[in-house]
């Protein structure tokens, strides 16, 4: 292999091997204003896209035991690194493929130390963000609370309404 493309192949891989997964894209037919645009939208959601050959893409899923078959792989391969979140991420690509119909095809990803397909992607795509997660489940802790406070309140009132109508009965 030549030098170039052996240190290629080893920042890329070291790369892989430091996010918290990766989502593998097939593209084609994107603008650069589109790329660009798309690359932003990674960078917010915790991301960011790196264009691959194929070749080195099949040996660093080698190095990480993944396997992939060149068949797999069609048009221009895409590698979207997750740094931070992978369900932010997998639902800023979806929300781009859904803009720019048939220029991004999802082909897998690498969630959790498992090989995902696609529409294993599509699936943690659609999962409620961290924060709306984090609401769930305070209102799942509210509602019982809520439901206590509001029994409690009942009993206080009822024992009012009946003070007050034997005081009203005596007068």
């Known amino acids: 292999m030549i030098e170039e493309k052996q240190l290629l192949l080893d920042e890329i891989t070291d790369k892989v091997k430091k996010s918290n997964g990766f989502i593998l894209a097939s593209y084609r037919g994107l ?8 690359r932003d939208q990674l960078v917010k959601a915790g991301g960011s896209l790196f264009a691959v050959k194929k070749r080195i893409f099949l040996k660093i899923a080698s190095e990480m035991k993944l396997e992939y078959e060149l068949g797999e792989l069609e048009g221009h391969i895409g590698v979207v690194l997750v740094e931070d979140n992978f369900v932010s991420t997998s639902k800023a690509i979806y929300a781009f493929a859904g803009e720019h119909k048939d220029a991004i095809k999802v082909i897998g990803g ?3 130390g498992k090989k995902c397909s696609s529409s294993e992607v599509e699936q943690i795509s659609k999962l409620p963000s961290l924060n709306e997660m984090r609401a769930q489940i305070l209102g799942l802790f509210e509602a019982p609370m809520s439901h206590v406070v509001g029994v409690f309140e009942a009993a206080l009132s009822s024992v009012v309404y009946c003070l007050d109508n ?3 009965k005596e007068s």
């Open 31 to 38: 603008t650069a204003n589109a790329t660009a645009g798309f």
């Open 110 to 112: 690498h969630f959790e």
């Open 166 to 168: 034997k005081a009203k």
